[in-house]
Antibody
């Protein structure tokens, strides 16, 4: 069974840094892109970017380029989403999800993590 | 890149059919057969319902169907049931990136 296990609840102050994780199991982890999706309170889903764990290739949504950083450690089947300096507007639920299909022909998110809630408040 | 356009709400009575639209451009919805739909119940994780415009993952009832015409994709839920009440999001490949729709809240009356 494909599973994505995300790290737990985070409460941080503005200006602090943060790194959250997503660990995959039940499939060949390095062989699938992993996407990160933001959902702000009461709002819709937003595509942040993707990372390919095998070689750490990344592709960022223009809206998030330069705001966050994606990384991976394929030896432990884990990808990370990182901020260097949080602001209150980073308060949201963050999901990782496995990307299936092929670029150019059809991609979709077929398995999701449980989400990591992040609250940034002074 | 802009989000895909979905109606904020849709509704139907049990047993009826409802269709949710998702409008993009030739750079996303119209340019690729890569539209997917996700269902999200309140406080829950999104779930894949349709991929590649009209394919259903294993376990998704055949009451859910997808289609596309030009720059607009559609999700149709037939034989509405109470448990179909949820938020629905469309998504499309957009050139080495992906874009979501704003979401549609489906209410079963």
């Amino acid at each position: 069974e494909v599973q994505l296990e995300q790290s737990g609840v985070e409460v941080k102050k503005p200006g602090e840094s943060l790194k959250i994780s997503c660990r995959g199991s039940g499939y060949i982890f390095p062989g699938y892109w992993i996407a990160w999706v933001r959902q702000m309170p009461g709002k819709g889903l937003e595509w942040m970017g993707v990372i390919y764990p095998d070689d750490s290739q990344t592709r960022y949504s223009p809206s998030f380029e330069g705001q966050v950083s994606l990384s991976a450690d394929k030896s432990i089947n884990t990808v990370y989403l990182q901020w260097s300096s949080l602001t209150a507007s980073d308060t949201a639920m963050f999901y990782c999800a496995r990307l299936s299909g092929l670029w150019h022909t059809g991609v979709y998110l077929d398995s999701w993590g449980q989400g990591t809630p992040v609250t940034v408040s002074s | 890149q802009s989000a895909l356009t979905q109606p904020p709400s849709a509704s139907g009575s049990p047993g009826q059919s409802v269709t949710i639209s998702c409008t993009g451009t030739s750079s996303d919805v119209g340019g690729y057969n890569s539209v997917s739909w996700y269902q999200q119940h309140p406080g829950k994780v999104p779930k894949l319902m349709i991929y590649d415009v009209s394919k259903r993952p294993s376990g998704v009832p055949d009451r859910f169907s997808g289609s596309k015409s030009g720059n607009t994709a559609s999700l149709t839920v037939s034989g509405l049931q109470a448990e179909d009440e949820a938020d629905y999001y469309c998504s499309s490949y957009a050139g080495f990136n992906v874009v979501f729709g704003g979401g549609t809240k489906l209410t079963v009356l």
